[in-house]
């Protein structure tokens, strides 16, 4: 399962910052990683331009630009943390939501000074860049690499899960072992085909499960 994290906090906390440092030090820690930003301000392209015009529509539209991708979808209803995993972020074991005090997540709230306890569920941890660690569930600035750890944990466990099945963008249950051994088994197979050896360390294969024109 992809465990999503938010990163919440009052008005000018310093959520950007941490969201950064903490995909950093998951990097590092090698945990595939994505990262979502929540804002009330408008996202989509003025309708008068292409992907703008088209996102409208209720069309997904991508702007593909020198330096990367935009991804547009004219509606928001319905939408939930979960199904926008699912959709950009199918290979990630852990999502940086950065806001979204008001969902259900497990959250990193980023303390200002002089605030007053949070009052959010989910919280497990708080940030304060000021020092001030007045409880254990506060982490201090330098005190990053620790907090990616503990997000490492989340995911990682005491095991490392080698393989993932997707049935479409429902990802498929499997404890450790069967991971492994689905992994084993791949890997065997492909290293007997020409250039299987020489394999990335992602492998996707996909699979047509549907039945048409079978009897």
């Known amino acids: 399962m992809i465990r999503i994290v938010a990163v919440s906090g009052n008005k000018d906390s310093g959520k950007t910052t941490l969201c950064r440092k903490l995909l950093n030090e998951l990097e590092v820690l090698g945990i595939r990683t994505g990262y979502i930003k929540r804002t009330s301000e408008e996202v989509i392209s003025e309708n ?31 939408m939930t943390p979960q ?26 709230w ?5 605030e007053e306890p949070p ?11 000021g020092g001030n ?51 084993g088994s791949i890997m065997g197979m492909l290293a007997s085909l020409k250039g299987g050896s020489n394999t990335d360390r992602t492998i996707r294969i996909y699979l047509d499960s549907s039945t048409e024109g079978k009897k």
């Open 48 to 78: 008068y331009t292409d992907t703008g015009s088209v996102s409208a529509m209720g069309i997904g539209s991508v702007l593909w630009g020198r330096d990367g991708l935009r991804c547009e979808l004219g509606r928001s209803e319905g």
């Open 110 to 114: 980023v303390r200002t000074e002089g």
């Open 119 to 129: 009052l959010q569920p989910g919280i497990f941890m708080i940030y304060d860049r």
């Open 133 to 183: 660690k007045d409880s254990k569930l506060v982490y201090c600035g330098g005190e990053e690499k620790e907090m990616a750890e503990r997000l490492a944990s989340l995911v990682r466990g005491k095991a490392y899960r080698s393989a993932k099945i997707y049935f479409g963008d429902r990802p498929l249950p499997m404890k450790d072992f069967i991971a492994d051994f689905v992994r």
């Open 83 to 108: 199904s926008i995993v699912s959709r950009y972020f199918p290979d990630s074991e852990l999502i940086i939501l950065e806001g979204g005090k008001d969902l259900a997540l497990p959250k990193i």
